[in-house]
């Protein structure tokens, strides 16, 4: 199994940044791509970004130029860097592990 912690959500204004991480434990040596999802107020589950082990990136394009996922591989954590925040950015951020494991989530709101 493999489990997963993510911190450095909060509290931001429009055109501010943050940076969300999140570290895995446990069985990491079965991970290959890791990434980010996030889930407005009623709204579906999206994907923002995703990673793989060799450094692959892709992107939704709401987030395309202004968010940029990183990973450590030594350190089993992955980064998700988000410059010019906007409003419609708030949301609760993932961490997850395809197919089936999840973060518990860490809120992100962005205020005008």
């Known amino acids: 199994q493999v489990q997963l912690v993510e911190s450095g959500g909060g509290l931001v204004q429009a055109g501010g940044s943050l940076r969300l991480s999140c570290t895995a434990s446990g069985r990491v040596f079965s991970i290959n791509a890791m990434g980010w999802y996030r889930q407005a107020p009623g709204k579906q589950r999206e994907l923002v970004a995703t990673i793989t082990n060799g450094g692959t990136t892709n992107y939704a394009d709401s987030v395309k130029g202004r968010f940029t996922i990183s990973r450590d591989n030594t350190k089993n954590t992955v980064y998700l860097q988000m410059n010019n925040l906007k409003l419609e950015d708030t949301a609760v951020y993932y961490c997850?592990?395809?197919?089936?494991?999840w973060g518990q989530g860490t809120q992100v709101t962005v205020s005008s």
């Open positions: 997850w592990v395809p197919p089936f494991v």
